[in-house]
């Protein structure tokens, strides 16, 4: 079983790339956004518990994020393994879910993150609100918000893994098939 951390900052090709691991290696893909919009939407005791702090504009804290995901991993105990999307974000988060994932007898394999430089994912994200009606893509103010909180805040989980061996950097700069076929031989050879 392969558990792999999709990592990399907003506009790298996370999403895209996590579809081509999905349809790949058939991972169940863990996104904590959709998660997130999934108890909501359905009134679990957990989704009500996040919307308090979502509805007031702060972070769900991290117990309710990791309870959430742990509840969804549990769902899936024959998987040939797990993409994680969006988590961790913080270090608190990857120590958490090395013990969660320990105590059901697994582990992240690595994190594999898209570096991308700045000016592309400025560029990406711009194009990317010219059609997604995404207003956080569309604002070239809230992408720079945006892309500092990443590299202040969960850019530095990267050390969590890196200290264990299992960072990967790779470059998400050309086409999606380019990346995905360098994305697909760093993962047969782990």
């Known amino acids: 079983m392969k558990n792999i951390v999709l990592f990399g900052p907003p506009g790298a090709g996370k999403g895209t790339q ?4 999905v349809a790949e ?11 997130f919009r999934q108890n909501i939407s359905q009134n679990s005791e957990l989704g009500i518990l996040a919307k308090t702090f979502i509805d007031k504009g702060k972070l769900v804290p991290d117990s309710i994020t ?6 969804e991993l549990l769902k899936y105990s024959d998987s040939v393994g797990f993409l994680f999307d969006g988590f961790p974000r913080t270090e ?8 969660f994932l320990a105590k059901e007898e697994l582990e992240i394999t690595a994190m594999i993150a898209l570096e991308v430089s700045n000016d592309e994912l400025k560029y990406r994200l711009l194009e990317r609100g010219k059609v997604s009606g995404r207003s956080d893509d569309a604002n070239p ?3 720079d918000n945006r892309l500092k909180i990443y ?22 700069m050309g086409s999606v098939n380019e990346i995905s076929t360098v994305l697909k031989t760093k993962i047969d050879r782990l």
């Open 151 to 172: 590299f202040e805040e969960t850019d530095i989980v990267k050390r969590h893994y890196e200290k264990q061996g299992k960072y990967i950097a790779l470059s998400g």
């Open 18 to 21: 996590s579809e081509f691991l």
């Open 66 to 71: 990791i309870d959430m995901l742990k509840s």
């Open 92 to 99: 608190d988060q990857a120590e958490a879910l090395d013990v």
């Open 25 to 35: 290696y058939g991972f169940v893909h863990l996104s904590t956004g959709d998660i």
């Open 141 to 143: 103010e809230i992408i």
